[in-house]
C-alpha cells in the first residue's frame, strides 16, 4: 500500500457521466460537457494539482433535467446541473 497524502487535492469534483440504455441518466442531460468545462477550467487556470476533476458513474439520484456534482472536502451536492449553473459550480471550486 502506498501513502498518497502529498498528492491530496484542496478540492475534489465528481461528476457523474452515467450512461444508461433507455433510461434518463447525466449523460444524456450534459454530464460529459461539464465534465470538460470543468477540466478545462482547472487545466487553464494552473489548479490542476490543487483541484482535481474527475467523471463518475452514478452518483445516486435519477436525472432527466441536469447532470449532479460533489465537491469535497465540503461534501456540496448539486443535481439538475444546467449549463446555466456552470459559473456557480465555478464559484464552489475556487480556491
Ligand atoms: S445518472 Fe447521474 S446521478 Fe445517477
Redesign the pocket.
Known amino acids: 500500500m502506498k501513502n498518497l497524502e502529498y498528492q491530496k487535492p484542496l478540492k475534489h469534483v465528481i461528476v457523474?457521466?452515467?450512461?444508461?440504455e433507455n433510461e434518463?441518466?447525466?449523460?444524456d442531460v450534459g454530464?460529459m460537457e461539464l465534465f470538460t468545462y470543468l477540466k478545462t477550467f482547472v487545466r487553464n487556470n494552473g489548479l490542476s494539482g490543487r483541484v482535481w476533476v474527475t467523471r463518475?458513474?452514478?452518483?445516486?439520484?435519477?436525472?432527466s433535467m441536469g447532470?449532479?456534482v460533489v465537491i469535497y472536502p465540503e461534501g456540496k451536492w448539486f443535481?439538475e446541473v444546467k449549463e446555466e449553473d456552470y459559473k456557480k459550480i465555478l464559484e464552489e471550486i475556487k480556491i
Not at 463518475?56 to 436525472?63: D, E, R, T, V
Request: glycine share 10%; net charge neutral.
Open positions: 457523474c457521466v452515467n450512461e444508461r434518463d441518466c447525466c449523460l454530464g463518475s458513474k452514478c452518483l445516486g439520484f435519477y436525472n447532470s449532479t443535481t
